[in-house]
């Protein structure tokens, strides 16, 4: 159970920084790149 949770906690920090990373103008340039 606890290794569960652990491992929510790591892809809700990894999703967040994901969100913000691609919020920044790199980011924006590397989705219409795609």
Wanted: proline share 0%; net charge positive; aromatic share 12%.
């Amino acid at each position: 159970m606890g290794a569960l949770i652990g491992l929510f906690c790591i892809m809700a920090v990894v999703g967040s920084a994901i969100a913000i990373w691609l919020n920044t103008k790199f980011g924006k340039k590397w989705l219409e790149s795609l």
